[in-house]
């Protein structure tokens, strides 16, 4: 069974890093663009960053631009979110997301991110 899940996602002061997680299982990730979005309750959920299969090609959302990097280690078939210079704004619910062109689509059950002031 295709399965992400994500970890790291903790309670943190403004200003401090956290590093998230994601781990494939039941498939292999190299041939998956992998992203990571966020949802706070009531609104919709968005896009934070991404990183194409052949992770040549990144993207950022611009609040988060110069203070979130994406990677992938395809050996640990495992993806991840460094986060630093946090904010209470980057509170959410962060999601791990594996697509192909093919229509491919898998999304992780979530782990919570808390940034107090």
């Known amino acids: 069974q295709e399965r992400l899940v994500e970890s790291g996602g903790n309670l943190v002061q403004a200003g401090e890093s956290l590093t998230l997680s994601c781990v494939a299982s039941?498939?292999?990730?190299?041939?998956?663009?992998v992203g990571w979005f966020r949802q706070v309750p009531g609104k919709e959920r968005e896009g934070v960053a991404c990183?194409?299969?052949?992770?040549?090609?990144?993207y950022y959302k611009d609040s988060v631009k110069g203070r979130f990097t994406i990677s992938r280690d395809n050996a640990k078939n495992s993806a991840y979110l460094q986060m630093s210079s946090l904010k209470p704004e980057d509170t959410a619910v962060y999601y791990c997301?594996?697509?192909?062109?093919?229509?491919?689509?898998?999304w992780g059950q979530g782990t919570q991110v808390t940034v107090s002031s």
């Open positions: 997301n594996a697509r192909t062109l093919y229509g491919n689509d898998y």
């Open positions: 039941g498939f292999t990730l190299d041939h998956y663009a």
């Open positions: 990183v194409s299969a052949n992770n040549f090609a990144t």
